[in-house]
């Protein structure tokens, strides 16, 4: 099957059009986390295909500083994906009620 017959089979397929409006909506979610300059140059260079040097052209930027700022971007997107990631999982089990249980005990006294 040919891209454009699978993108046009995709279009047509409500599951598929859903799913990907949740994923996109999810990435919006997790690019909150970036300023507007880190969020601007992360969509340019994943989603646009844009290079780094490219991107520094247009944002009148040296090639180094837009590699900071990829790096410092992608570390903000990981670590807000870890909360999203433990907020879910903490929803998650109040919805099926299951009981918090307490991994770390409390150290026994120790007296000198």
Known sequence: ??????????????TEHLLRAEIFEQIQRLLE??????RHVFKLYFFAGFSANDIAMHLHTDKSNIYNLLSRAKRKVQ??????SIDQYVIERKRINKKQTNILRTPPKTYS
């Open 33 to 38: 986390c970036l300023s507007m300059k880190e």
């Open 1 to 14: 099957m040919s891209e454009k017959n699978r993108f046009l089979a995709e279009q047509n397929n409500p």
């Open 79 to 84: 670590k807000e994906r870890i909360i999203v």
